[in-house]
């Protein structure tokens, strides 16, 4: 791998505390990073190296999934951060911190390879993407790249605002834009599931599939991010992204050949495919809801509106259920029901295929009890693989479900950032949202947006601790499916 300078921006953030430094430590312990790289934190704060060094270190005893046993690694690692001053907002700074990254490269022999991390609030993307132009930080005679992360713009309009003024300074190829849920890695694992088994291979599309159900349900609230949530409901923070995310990877016919852009090449086609909602379609096939009181792990929980920042009158919806038709020779016919929510029974996200069953009508009454054949795909929070068949109990004869499970032990699952920021270093783009996902992707929200707006689609009230409003549940039966 090429030696590199990683410019983190936002170095003092929460971000960078929670899950930045510990990916970066354990893709050094697994010798995944370049011999030679430095890391330059960058924040308004005034810190010194060596303060900047014992933040690291806490956050790496605190958030690393490895024990810290080996002092000296740590201490070796540790060594690689410097940190410089800067008010994003302020031009005439940059070239204190060019001079700082160029200082740097000289002394370490480090190539001008230079991974931009833009660990800050939105609002300074433009700003620090024009400034790493203007100061000649972007001017490399190696690579430069562009980590940011969500969220990509408010609506479309915002998106493609954004979008153009990024693309001022970086080109396409050069902009990793982080969707955590792509790093997840049973979501990595899609692909080969389909890729390296052909009886699923076979099975993958409308001859066998009864439905698709995709799942990420929360017990948190909005904690104290109302003031951005209130704005955003779930329908932004999780559909316009994650979820519709989940719904290419499942759905995407896999390239001939396995690549990025063929990669690429097949989302999009899903994106294109998906049947756009209307002013009249949009209540038949989105379901909104926001969490009241309720009761969750035996302790009592306040409604949205009560809590810390939300407006007593707030019409934000904390959940989402979706019916989406993907128009395509695959999928015609096969309905994609995502659901999503805050406050809701149990952490979960997983993916459900229901697989039809053609010869039902033909069973005798014994057999009719015959539960559909389910591949589930567990994704967080534990990772694995189940497939429900049916089989006859040798004992007392009656037909019943039987399992067949992988499960992939805890501690040996990377996190979705050190997948992700080994592939952004590595230049794999394959596991980032690409600006035409984005853009299609804000196109399918946006009538949900405007229904949402002019409050033309019911917000359902749903307990805190249940598995969201009764609508979401009727969304299904009226298909004569289920939640699983
Ligand atoms: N935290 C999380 O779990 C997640 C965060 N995100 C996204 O990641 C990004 C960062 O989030 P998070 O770390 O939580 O935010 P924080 O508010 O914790 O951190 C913000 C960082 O930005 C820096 N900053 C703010 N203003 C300036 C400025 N004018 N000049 C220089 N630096 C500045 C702060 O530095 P200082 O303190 O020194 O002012 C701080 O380091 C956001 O886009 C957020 O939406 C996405 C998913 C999850
Ligand atoms: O991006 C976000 O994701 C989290 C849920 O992520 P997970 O990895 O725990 O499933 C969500 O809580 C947050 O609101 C949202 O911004």
Known sequence: MDSMTFVLFGATGDLAKRKIYP??????????????????????????????RSRVTDSLYTFSRHLINDKSKKEEFIKKFQYCQLDVTNTEGYKKLLEHVQQNEKDHNIAENRMFYLSVAPEFFEVIALNIKKSGLGSTDGWKRLIIEKPFGHDLKSAQELNEKLSKSFEEEEIYRIDHYLGKPMVQNLEALTFANPVLQSLWNNRFIANVQITASEIVGVEERAGYYDKAGAIRDMVQNHMLQLVMMTSMHLPKQISESGIRNEKRKVMKSLRTLNRDTVGVHVVRGQYGPGEINEKFVPSYREEPGVEASSQTDTFIAARLWIDNSFWDGVPFYIRTGKRMMEKETKIVIEFKNPLKDSYTSEMEKVKPNLLTININPNEGVSLQLNSKNPTNGEMEPIKVDFAA???????????????????????????????????????????FKENRVPLHSYSAGSMGPDAAHQLLEEDGFKWW
Request: glycine share 4%; aromatic share 16%; proline share 4%.
């Open 23 to 52: 990916a970066l430590f354990n893709l050094y312990l697994n010798q995944k990073l370049p011999k030679s790289f430095s890391v330059i934190g960058v924040g308004r704060e005034q810190l010194s190296d060596v303060e900047l």
């Open 409 to 451: 032990s805890k501690q040996d699952v990377p996190e979705a950032y050190e997948l992700l920021l080994f592939d952004a270093l590595y230049g794999d783009s394959t596991f980032f949202a690409h600006w035409d996902e984005v853009e299609l992707s804000w196109r399918w929200v946006e009538p949900i947006l405007e229904a």
